[in-house]
């Protein structure tokens, strides 16, 4: 198997932009870490590489004016938000319950970052939604599904469940694998009412 390829920098690209790899081994050199280093240093937590993917942790309070700056810097321009979902680390540490994950890419310099932040039941995450309107589905089914709350959405609701769904969040690592109650009694065999309807033809 062939070792990956760089892209050779030019004034248009960076040395970081790679085909396959973000660049050197080293994290603190990516230029994403360094630079969200220096101007958040109050909120920068930490950084991970996990199979040559970036994870840069922050604080919560902070994580919309951290992503706006990655958008914006002209140095890193991470321009398009691929997905938003959450994972609740119920059993896996104490506290925060929660990790709201933010996937970014960068168009230009084909790049691809994870911001992760921790959030705790009754806080709230700053939505995204005032920088990438993309995130406001993307927002809506962490609330449907795990019961975060983003602060400044325009319309935070259910999105997958119905909207009177009164039974909590199903990826709740504590929500019932059956659900909170059986929909279907045992024993029940009256056959469901069929549904016709006239078979129509595409045309006039």
Known sequence: MSEPRSLPA???????????YWGPTDPEQHPAVRLVRERFPDAFQEVVVFRDEVTIRVARPALREVVDFLRTHPELRYNHLTD???????YLRERPRFDVVVQLYSIPRRQRLRVKCGVD?????????????G???LERECYDMFGIIF????????????????????LRKDYPLR?????????????????????????P
């Open 84 to 90: 938003i979902t959450a994972v609740d680390m119920l």
């Open 151 to 170: 602060e400044g959405h325009p319309d935070l609701r259910r999105i997958l469940l119905p909207e009177d769904w009164d039974e909590g969040h199903p």
């Open 10 to 20: 030019t004034p248009e690209t960076s040395p970081w932009d790679t085909t396959e």
């Open 135 to 137: 995130a406001n589905w």
């Open 121 to 133: 039941d009754g806080e709230m995450v700053p939505s995204l939604v005032p920088i990438f309107a």
């Open 179 to 203: 659900g909170y109650r059986d929909y279907v009694q045992p024993g029940y065999e009256s056959p469901a009412p069929r549904i016709r309807g006239t078979l129509r033809r595409p045309g």
